[in-house]
């Protein structure tokens, strides 16, 4: 079982950043690809980055320019850096893992963003 803790989530004012990251067991990072997917109230959980084991990288049309995925191998993590936050982007974000970015078995907790207009 592969165990995901996210952390970096918090509150803050449009405008602002947040660092969200996400770690698991190091003996597998490597193989995973890895994504985080966000959950508004009253919306349907939405696919925000995903990361292939190769770093390469897609967004969602809403974040591109503002949000930044990557891997942190010697640490078995992944980071979003997440720039200019508007209020749309308040909900709870999830960090996913998989052996593909279209199939990913594993979930974390995850973790509440709420930024203030």
């Known amino acids: 079982q592969v165990q995901l803790v996210e952390s970096g989530g918090g509150s803050v004012q449009a405008g602002g950043s947040l660092r969200l990251s996400c770690t698991t067991d190091g003996s597998i990072f490597s193989i995973l690809a890895m994504a985080w997917y966000r959950q508004a109230p009253g919306k349907q959980r939405e696919m925000v980055a995903t990361?292939?084991?190769?770093?390469?990288?897609n967004y969602a049309d809403f974040v591109k320019g503002r949000f930044t995925m990557y891997r942190d191998d010697a640490k078995n993590t992944v980071h979003l850096q997440m720039n200019s936050l508007e209020s749309e982007d308040t909900a709870v974000y999830y960090c996913a893992a998989g052996i593909s970015v279209f199939s990913l078995d594993y979930w974390g907790q995850g973790t509440q963003v709420i930024v203030s207009s």
């Open positions: 990361i292939t084991q190769y770093s390469t990288t």
